[in-house]
């Protein structure tokens, strides 16, 4: 049977550029584009702009505000309750009021519940629409973007992963929580953040009291309140008023901590892998070399060249398998970007996360195939 | 030069080994007798516990290393640890436990010292670190190391321990402190300028080889100076690398005639009207 592609996208995006260029390439058909402010429109009722026999895109919402506003009001109206997000901090009436702001970064517990109201809608359009594909399955895009639940699936898989520490409330507790399980240095991230928003590594020294907390979070001030937003420079505190203020905030919005397990480097920069996994297979591989806790590319970190980073060949395929394992976790997606830190040291792998939409990397080239062609190659393999 | 790098690792860590533990695995391994060149990386909690432990250790299995001509006490990456937080300690007596070293290199200067330096085989001497104290400062003042060749200091910035002046380093420009010395680093310093200017007429540069004033905040002002300086040119070669130089000013300092680095320009930062420059390890 020939299939048709829809995307759920931001038309405006590259991403959904890049897709269609793809399908194009390969002489098919363009996707049909349903947008998210469409579906907003339409009150998330989006059952009859899918066609029967679709294979469904899901792509990233990002970078667009009227789509980020949607999304945080879906989850503001939603009073869900839920124990592992923390408590959304946005009322209807100030909603209204929310103006886009460079960088800032809004009310993440809020935008985590409106993005599960809003998967959840569009996977249930598959009992009304017949022979519906997923390329990736909502449910498990879910679970990618929680951290906190993704690295426990993963854990319980037996997949690698950094040691965590239990559910902290604020700066005295993760100080107590890293007492207690004898760490000293910590990433603590934002539970469902992505693009390393709201990441830090963190870390003191008990004889001296000393304490550092490298992150991407700046802090600012409207109105006499605090506010955060991301920076694309690495931002060191050492005062512990601005430590403790961008400590509570992220922990009040639901925190994932996990020990820092020191990366291997190479002529004085620390890498990770970012490798793109498709139909359980490893692919595309990019290394993203830093000079600072955090690698992603867009902080304006370099790409290696995996085979220039002082691997044996066997370190590299321990972690392509780590990689691979770690996919197989989620079995009805169908790719993802998979973030695999190598330990200085032992060069043991671990895997820090699995990103749904983590597989922009222009530029990267698997058997000749960009991300997407060699995505939907493989996808019409399976079908 | 047969050379071994003894790290801990996170998982070695977790795993409960030591530092130690590793010492003496690599003590028990016949061919530690012939190592050359020990590198010391990462040890348990390097933020917290100094590296006296280990001095005292190697010092006390001396006999065991007959073949040593190179340490390097630190080699670690901010991933392991932040460059101003590992903590040294006095490693003198590894000199006088090492009759024959050749280099000694420290990553680190929180609570480094190098007191009574004194050694007759030493050629190279290289400290790295985010700021150097006068203690350190003083000690390498009053050695001895008459065979000394290669010095190489990061001096660094107050805030991550640099508490001298222009005054402090004066000494090091002058002619016969170590009269073989053919490689002279004064870097990664907040007063690059001044040093430039102090240096530029000195009459060490007569004996030097190479000038290192890389990796500081080195501008056109203390460019200049060199570009001027009459005994600039007796040299081999002048590292410039990473430095806050105009485009105008590096082609001029290209056109010395002698092998020149000027590549890595950096950009100031403004804010709140003030100009803001950094040298390359500052964290």
Redesign the interface.
Known sequence: MKRDYIIIGNPENRRVEFFQRALVGQGMKPAKVLSYEEIFKRKLEIGGLIDTNSIVRIESPGENFNVERGIIALGCESGDIREDVGEGDIRAGDLRKLEYEKGRILYPSCWYLGFTRLQEAIWKVSSKVQGLRWMNYPPEILTMFNKPVCQQLLDSKLVPVP?RLGKVTGYEDLRNEMECHSV?RVFVKLFMSSSASGVCAY?F???SG?E?LSSTIEIGQIEGQLAFYNSLKIK?YTEKSKIKAVLDWICSQGAQVEAW???A?ID?Y?FDLRVLVVGKKAAHIVPRLS???MTNLHLGNKRGDINLLGLTKREIEEALAQAEKASAVFPNSHYMGIDVLI????H?PYIIDVNAFGDLLPGIVYNGMDTYTYEIAKFNCKT | MITRRL??????C?EGKNFLGLLEEFYSDPSSKDVEYLVI??WE?T??NSSKFIVDNLVENKDKLPSIKGLFIGDM????C?IS?IIQSDLSPLLRAFPNLEELKIRGSSGLRLSDLQHDKLKTLIIECGGLSTDVIDDILESKLPNLEHLELYLGVEEYGFNGTIEDIKPFMKKGLFPKLKYLGLKDSEIQDEIAHEIANSDILDGLDTLDLSMGTLTDEGAESLLKSNRIKNLKFLDLNYHYMSDDMMKKIKSLGIKVDVTDQQEEEEYDDEIYRYPAVT?
């Open positions: 040691r000293k870390q020294e008990s004889k000393r550092l060191r397990i020191p990366k480097g004085g620390a000079k600072s806790p330990a200085s040291g032992s043991k | 790290a801990l690792s996170y998982d070695e977790e990386g990462p909690e933020w917290e990456e901010s991933e392991d932040e937080w964290e």
